[in-house]
């Protein structure tokens, strides 16, 4: 090897290994896609090595390039903790933190909390992507990830966060215009509101499924707020969480206090990235807002 390779390759290398294209990289770093791939070669005759098979479809990693991921990543979070230490302030915390979570979740949990949190860091800039597929923590859309679907591989430190029960909810006007719900059975010859199932959506949110084999489907949408709009104004049955429901006074409980389905709530973040106080701050504010809300959440023992 005739000399160390820059950082900026490396930088190039992570985002290129993150997202698969050169095109993406170059839109993420702010360059040129040419200059993407400039600092690619420079790097692979820098280290004597190739890094990518270049494909039609994009570049995947070789096994040298696997094996450089993590030393490249040591690099990338020494940095961000260089940067965390020399901006910081004694008790501040300073950055941006980009989180991902669940529409809901992240509109009526999460949001609301972040003003006394911007008020004791005025520093402390949170990005939220509060949207009904997840993104991914493999190409680093997001710091920490609220999920329903937690990874299974990577390097990634993942908690379980609490038991979120799903309720079927109507208005008063369905119900009043439609036969009447007595037990689950007679739900099969109602119409629903859910989601859109065309990967448009994280495929956690099939669930209608699991309450009834073949739903008759009304109304359709990638938003579950849209999904409460339109049962709150009787286009038909709804599962939701207690919290999205609650909003619109329009919406009753089908069976009061007997929920019918739960699914576990995830806390997932890149174990590097964890050791940057911005994002361990982070991190520890979404569990304690959970922890403050057993109203909505059941803590998971």
């Not at 961000?80 to 949990?109: C, M, N, W, Y």
């Not at 597929?133 to 990830?145: C, G, Y």
């Not at 909003?247 to 389905?261: I, N």
Request: proline letters at 6%; hydrophobic letters at 40%; charged letters at 25%.
């Amino acid at each position: 090897m005739e000399k160390h390779p820059e950082w900026n390759d490396l930088r190039v290398f992570l985002s290129v290994a993150r997202l698969g294209t050169i095109s993406l990289a170059g839109e993420r770093l702010g360059i040129e896609h040419t200059t993407v791939s400039r600092r690619i070669d420079r790097l692979e005759a820098s280290l004597g090595v190739v890094l990518f098979d270049r494909r039609r479809s994009g570049y995947t990693l070789t096994e040298a390039g696997n094996a450089l991921i993590p030393h490249a990543e040591k690099m990338e979070s020494a940095l961000f903790e260089a940067i965390d230490e020399s901006l910081g302030k004694e008790g501040q915390i300073q950055g941006t933190v980009r989180v991902g979570t669940p529409e809901a979740f992240g509109i009526h949990v999460l949001a609301p909390s972040l003003v006394q949190l911007r008020r004791e860091h005025p520093g402390l800039h949170i990005e939220l992507m509060a949207q009904p597929q997840f993104p991914s923590l493999v190409t680093r859309e997001v710091e920490i990830l609220v999920t329903l679907e937690p990874p299974e591989m990577g390097r990634y430190k993942i908690a379980r966060l609490a038991e979120v029960d799903y309720y079927l909810f109507y208005s008063a006007a369905y119900r009043d215009s439609h036969p009447p719900i007595t037990q689950l059975a007679d739900i099969e010859n109602h119409e629903f509101v859910d989601y859109i199932h065309d990967g448009s959506v994280s495929n956690r949110y099939r669930i209608l499924e699991e309450l009834t084999p073949k739903p008759l489907r009304g109304f359709t949408t990638t938003s579950v707020l849209a999904q409460r709009a339109a049962a709150a104004a009787g286009m038909g049955l709804v599962l939701l969480t207690p919290y999205v429901a609650q909003l619109d006074e329009r919406l009753l409980s089908v069976f009061p206090g007997h929920s019918l389905m739960t699914r576990s709530l995830w806390i997932a973040a890149p174990e590097d990235l964890l050791r940057i106080k911005r994002v361990r701050f982070v991190w520890d504010h979404i569990r304690t807002l959970i922890e403050q809300h057993p109203e909505h959440f059941r803590l998971h023992n």
